[in-house]
């Protein structure tokens, strides 16, 4: 569910960086910024899941931190 909930919200502003921390609040529904790669975990499982379609890219990590879902990746 936690996975589906990630793919979802970064889903609902396709291109648009989302930060860890807003992941966190958003997503975990945490407010505060624990010591935690649980953001980079799930991540990496969508992308996991995503691999096998030729899909692993479409979670994009942005160079200035966080993710989002890049509907123009290259596929290959």
């Not at 960086?17 to 010591?35: G, K, Y």
């Amino acid at each position: 569910p936690r996975e589906f909930a990630l793919v979802w919200r970064l889903a609902q502003q396709p291109g648009e960086r989302m930060t860890r921390r807003q992941l966190l609040a958003e997503v975990w529904r945490i407010n505060i910024e624990p010591d935690t790669n649980s953001v980079a975990v799930h991540v990496a499982r969508v992308r996991a899941k995503l691999e096998p379609f030729g899909l692993a890219r479409l979670i994009a990590t942005h160079p200035d931190g966080g993710y989002l879902l890049d509907l123009q990746f290259d596929e290959g």
